[in-house]
């Protein structure tokens, strides 16, 4: 069964220093990987997908086949980061989301 | 564009009782969802509607859980009975085709406290 693993639930670095969100994934295909963020009191919603290869609020995520990841970066990490991010793969044929259980990042002053 | 609209935002009732949730999704969105969300976990979904079929409905307890889409549009969902493990956030969301990619729009959510 395909299988998202986060393996921080948390994590914690002061403003400025730069940040990686783990994400790993099971699906031996070709993935189709997204990151999603919550902020405080507002819905999911999506940050950015790896077939996009962009950069959205200075973040960008690596898709790396030989080690089944798909990181999330930022080079300097700002307070209004601060929030729940979740690694999710859309690979099956439906389209559903299989979720990793999610990284609460703190971005302290 | 108007997001997906969820009711009620929160709701607690004992167990055994039966609770029911209201999504209005994105108009012309013609796939949605239903995701539980236990506390500390990420969401799981129970149920996929593309218009009014079920696309997928494998990890819905089906002996308590029912869901349905009338016309394409809105779905709700309902537990009966409800059990102390049903507490959870349940998130509906929208997308506008059943494909890789695609991004799902995510509503308010409902939290479900059962006591």
């Known amino acids: 069964a395909q299988r998202v693993t986060q393996p921080e639930k948390l994590l914690s670095v002061f403003k400025g220093a730069p940040v990686e969100l783990k994400c790993n994934y099971s699906?031996?295909?070709?993935?189709?990987l997204f990151w999603y963020v919550q902020y405080s009191r507002q819905r999911l919603q999506l940050l950015l997908r790896?077939?996009s290869r962009e950069s959205i609020k200075g973040f960008t995520a690596d898709l790396n086949k030989g080690e089944t990841s798909f990181h999330l970066k930022k080079p300097f990490a700002q307070e209004e980061d601060s929030a729940m991010y979740y690694c999710?793969?859309?690979?099956?044929?439906?389209?559903?989301?299989?979720f990793g259980q999610g990284t609460t990042l703190q971005v302290k002053p | 564009e108007a997001g997906v609209a969820q009711s009620p935002r929160y709701k607690i009732i004992e167990k055994r009782q039966s609770v029911a949730f209201w999504c209005n999704p994105i108009?012309?969105?013609?796939?949605l969802y239903w995701y539980q969300q236990i506390l500390g976990q990420g969401p799981k979904l129970l149920i996929q509607?593309?218009?009014?079929?079920?696309?997928?409905d494998s990890q819905l307890p089906k002996d308590r859980f029912s869901a349905e889409r009338l016309k394409g549009v809105d779905s709700t969902l309902k537990i009966q009975p409800a059990k102390l493990e049903d507490s959870a956030v349940y998130l509906c969301?929208?997308?506008?085709?059943?494909?890789?990619?695609?991004?799902?729009?995510f509503g308010q959510g409902t939290r479900l406290t059962v006591v």
């Open positions: 969301a929208s997308s506008d085709y059943r494909a890789k990619n695609t991004e799902a729009f």
């Open positions: 699906y031996s295909g070709s993935p189709e």
């Open positions: 790896h077939i």
């Open positions: 999710a793969d859309g690979s099956s044929n439906t389209g559903k989301l299989i």
């Open positions: 108009s012309g969105h013609a796939t």
């Open positions: 509607f593309q218009n009014n079929g079920v696309v997928d």
